[in-house]
């Protein structure tokens, strides 16, 4: 990826469990953001981390910034049936990652 | 929940044809840009703009040009789809550079 990539490539959880995904990018930046995507959808932004930021909370997401490593980390508690998507993160406006792909099984 | 349209939802197309994918955005936003993404893989950077008149290539920008004449929007042309373009293909925009983008819907393209 020209940017990053997201860990795991897949994730498979039971619905109520935490699920955690991490992010790895290449080169500086002024802020991260986190996109979810549905199947056959565009992305649509869950959150954004600035550079000087290391935790940031939302709802049931918590992102967390660890710029000495290049690294970003995505955790959903309490997962629903209804989180089951591909999570992106970008850096640096246009550079998306990989994509992690989380199922929440019912 | 989407203020940014794309039509057509669905195309499926002969090789050779000229292609115009449409994108439209009610938020009045500056930044718009086009992303190529094959199913279950990363988005490409095709092509964007800081705003009217401004267009800058990406890195997947060859075969395909766009324009911003207005501001809401960002119309992406093929002038000959290949069988190689079959892809989704995503619009999307921001208020600045560093904000969250917007993303519509897409646009599925089959070249036959």
């Known amino acids: 990826s020209q940017q990053g990539e997201e860990d795991p490539q897949a994730l498979s959880i039971q619905e109520g469990e935490n699920a955690t995904m991490n992010c790895s990018y290449k080169t500086s930046i002024n802020n991260l953001q986190w996109y979810r995507q549905n199947s056959g959808r565009g992305l649509v932004h869950l959150i954004l981390i600035r550079s000087n930021e290391r935790e940031k909370h939302s709802g049931r997401l918590r992102v967390t910034l660890d710029t000495s490593k290049k690294s970003s980390s995505l955790l959903i508690t309490a997962s629903r049936a209804a989180d089951t998507a591909s999570y992106f993160c970008a850096g640096n406006q246009f550079y998306f990652g990989t994509g992690t792909s989380l199922t929440v099984i019912p | 929940e989407a203020d940014i349209y794309q039509t057509p939802r669905y195309l499926v197309i002969g090789t050779g044809k000229k292609i115009t994918l449409e994108c439209s955005q009610t938020m009045g936003h500056d930044k718009m840009y086009w992303y190529q993404q094959d199913p279950g893989m990363e988005l490409h950077l095709i092509h964007y703009s800081y705003g009217v008149n401004s267009t800058e290539k990406g890195d997947l920008s060859s075969e395909s040009t766009v324009s911003r004449i207005r501001t809401e929007h960002f119309p992406l042309t093929l002038e000959s789809a290949r069988p190689s373009h079959t892809s989704q293909y995503l619009c999307?925009?921001?208020?600045?550079?560093?904000?969250?983008?917007?993303f519509g819907d897409g646009t599925r393209l089959s070249i036959l």
């Open positions: 999307a925009s921001s208020r600045t550079g560093d904000q969250p983008q917007h």
